[in-house]
């Protein structure tokens, strides 16, 4: 199965911006698949926030606020997490996940954002 | 608004089959362009991505557990089911099912049961 890459940790100010990435391996180009973003807090299970193709191809889930954003840098076949203007209670894991093919669906190891 | 509650037993025995259903509210399993899914979480680790089943019953499995693994449904009490064979202690994880809808391309899963921890011990 393929591997998705994320930080383990991560950390940002309240009111600054976190950029979560989630790294592809080499024979899977991130252009080619929706890359989606869970968030999950301790005790809960994972919450769907977005998936992100391109700029015209998007999709936020439903009360997800608009700070949580996706993107892809291509260069480095990543897909991103952006998150503005950071909140204490978005102090989660985070994790990422693909689908490499409809029968095969691949979660990230996962981020765990701390607002300090 | 949709609703998804696991249940079955939390403590299997080595070997044995481990059976966990999922039973939905505020929406109908039959009404179509859903796939019902499975989603495991291993104690203070990641999410594993089991499988899924569209209404219809056309099934498609994780490939490292797909011999181990089948997904049903029952329209008529409209809930689907999970079985997990010859399980050993690498299964214990807190088992989540979830709503599978599709972005064009595929699927992304929303909402989730609050999930149910399995343990595996004899």
């Known amino acids: 199965q393929p591997v998705l890459t994320q930080p383990p940790s991560s950390s940002a100010s309240p009111g600054e911006s976190a950029r979560l990435t989630c790294t592809l391996p080499?024979?899977?180009?991130?252009?080619?698949?929706?890359i989606y973003w869970y968030q999950q807090k301790p005790g809960s299970p994972p919450r769907y926030l977005l998936y992100?193709?391109?700029?015209?191809?998007?999709?936020?889930g439903s009360g997800v606020p608009s700070r949580f954003s996706g993107s892809k840098d291509a260069s480095a076949n990543t897909g991103i997490l952006l998150i503005s203007g950071l909140q204490s209670e978005d102090e989660a894991d985070y994790y990422c996940?693909?689908?490499?093919?409809?029968?095969?669906?691949?979660f990230g190891g996962g981020t765990k954002l701390t607002v300090l | 608004q949709v609703q998804l509650q696991e249940s079955g037993p939390g403590l299997v025995k080595p070997s044995q089959t481990l059976s966990l259903t999922c039973t939905v509210s505020?929406?109908?399993?039959?009404?179509?362009?859903?796939?019902w899914s499975w989603i495991r979480q291993h104690p203070g680790k990641g999410l594993e991505w089991i499988g899924y089943?569209?209404?219809?019953?056309?099934?498609y499995y994780n490939p490292s557990l797909k011999s181990l693994v089948t997904i049903s449904v029952d329209t008529s009490k409209n809930q689907f089911s999970l079985k997990l064979s010859s399980v050993t202690a690498a299964d214990t994880a807190v088992y989540y099912c979830a709503r599978g809808e599709y972005d064009y391309r595929t699927p992304h899963f929303d909402p989730w049961g609050q999930g149910t921890l399995v343990t595996v011990s004899s």
């Open positions: 996940m693909i689908w490499p093919s409809n029968a095969l669906g691949v």
């Open positions: 505020g929406g109908s399993i039959s009404s179509g362009g859903y796939y």
């Open positions: 089943i569209y209404y219809s019953g056309s099934t």
């Open positions: 080499s024979d899977i180009n991130v252009g080619s698949y929706n």
């Open positions: 992100y193709y391109s700029d015209s191809d998007k999709g936020q």
